[in-house]
């Protein structure tokens, strides 16, 4: 049986860690930069997450999945509240 794991985002932070330079440097490296793909043309920066916070080693786009999962479950007769 296979194990199901989900992607991990990509992160400026973890190129900047693994090149052991700042996150301003990569961001302006791939700054205006694009990519020419089977499936168009993206920038650069289109592969790229934005991390939630400096200390979460969460992405914004899996903040707004687990947001969404819990808006679905909630009950719609009494939904939560902010």
């Known amino acids: 049986m296979r194990e199901t794991r989900e992607l991990k985002p ?17 961001s302006r490296t791939i700054n205006g930069k694009y990519s020419q793909t089977d ?11 934005r991390q939630a916070s400096p200390n979460s080693h969460q992405s914004i786009s899996q903040l707004q999945t687990q947001l969404q999962k819990v808006i679905k479950q909630e009950d719609a007769n009494s939904p939560l509240s902010d």
Do not use: C, H, P, Q
């Open 39 to 49: 499936f168009g043309m993206f920038e650069l920066k289109y592969f790229f997450n």
């Open 10 to 26: 990509l992160l400026l932070t973890d190129i900047a860690n693994k090149l052991n330079i700042s996150i301003s440097t990569v």
